[in-house]
């Protein structure tokens, strides 16, 4: 399962998705991305793709969000600059569904901008539930 600002028209994004989903095929893997606009990410990309809104709680209790995740090995957060104070928390609550429910949890060419935290520092090396990351930028997370 891919997620991503996909389907929000930013050609970075998507070809950030184009290149995930080709690399994923190839290995044998069924690609299921999350989007804003699912139609336009299918048509796009011919691959099967879900809503997936704003807003954490609407998705987890989407009822084809649930099935995905379920039937899916892994998340894949991808997709450029776009973590921040914005999306930091929503991102670090669906990684911690993703492992409670024993997915794999993958970064794929994410940056991941600065932002104030009030808990403990350390870095996403220090992090032994994520599975694999390949981050844009040489910043330190605070999960």
């Given amino acids: 399962m891919l997620h991503g600002y996909f389907g ?5 994004d998507e070809a950030i998705c184009s290149v995930l989903i080709r690399e994923l095929e190839k290995r044998g893997s069924e690609v299921v991305v999350l989007s804003r606009a699912p139609e336009r990410t299918t048509w796009l990309h011919d691959v099967k793709a879900i809503r997936f809104r704003a807003g954490l709680r609407h998705n987890l209790l989407s009822t084809s969000f649930l099935k995905e995740i379920l ?7 991808a997709g450029g600059g776009k973590y921040g104070d914005a999306t930091i928390r929503s991102m670090a609550l669906l990684t911690v569904f993703a492992k ?6 993958i970064f794929r060419g994410v940056g991941i901008y600065p932002y104030e935290w009030s808990g403990e520092e350390f870095t996403i090396e220090q992090r032994p539930d994520i599975s694999n990351y390949n981050l844009v930028d040489n910043f330190f997370v605070h999960l």
Avoid: C, D
């Fill in 100 to 105: 409670l429910i024993g997915k794999k949890v």
């Fill in 8 to 12: 929000w028209g930013n050609v970075g």
């Fill in 71 to 77: 039937r899916s090995q892994a998340l894949v957060f």
